[in-house]
């Protein structure tokens, strides 16, 4: 999916299979009502930040959930990858979604680190395995320069049970998109739990819920703004 001279039609059929997928293996609605439902603000507009957003099926659901949970709230989508961009734009405008309430951008964090923007919550999906160790440290330091109150980067936790189950489950979309390809080639790149706390930078902890998740977690300092 990374290459620039992958297949149109294979990566849009991708893009269209995430939600199916995160569905059942990225556990964010728990994540959520865990996590980020009691970090968001009820006196005024709260905010959240996706980065490295992809198809932007993450950020619309968190959208989704905020909302009807009564929050006022905007959230920002952000992918460097045109095309991951261009999809989460058309998907929002399919859905109906306001674009003022929901922004995709076509962005990188550390570009808004060099604006000073902040945002309530600061997370990511799958993207800490596509990352080398200065681009890994980097995104640590943007996020918390970004986040006011929370910040959550969940990943897969690389187990062998997690290809067999995985390649098993995805047999059926082989040939239809890279989902099967590109997320076994992610299981084999992501982090096993040790591994992943010994990356994060100070004051982040690293937790495993499930058999198959990472989530690395920061609490802002009680004494920032």
Known sequence: MDRPDCDPLLLERTYAQFPLVNRFVSGWRQVYVALIRPALPRNRTGTILDIGCGGGDITRNLFRWATADGF?????????????????????????????????????????????????????????????????????????????TLAIHSDIRRRRSALVFFGLATLPLDRSSYIRRDGLTSIRRSFTADELSRVVRPEWHVYSPGLYRNLAVWHAPAALP
């Open 72 to 148: 006022d709230v905007r959230v920002v989508g952000i992918d460097p990858d045109a095309r991951a961009h261009d999809y989460a734009v058309r998907s929002a405008a399919k859905a109906g979604i306001d674009p003022t309430l929901l922004e995709f951008r076509r962005a990188a964090s550390s570009e808004l680190v060099s604006r000073g923007e902040r945002f309530d919550v600061v997370v990511s999906n799958h993207v800490l395995h596509h990352l080398g160790p200065v681009e890994l440290a980097g995104v640590f330091a943007d996020t918390e320069r970004l986040a006011r």
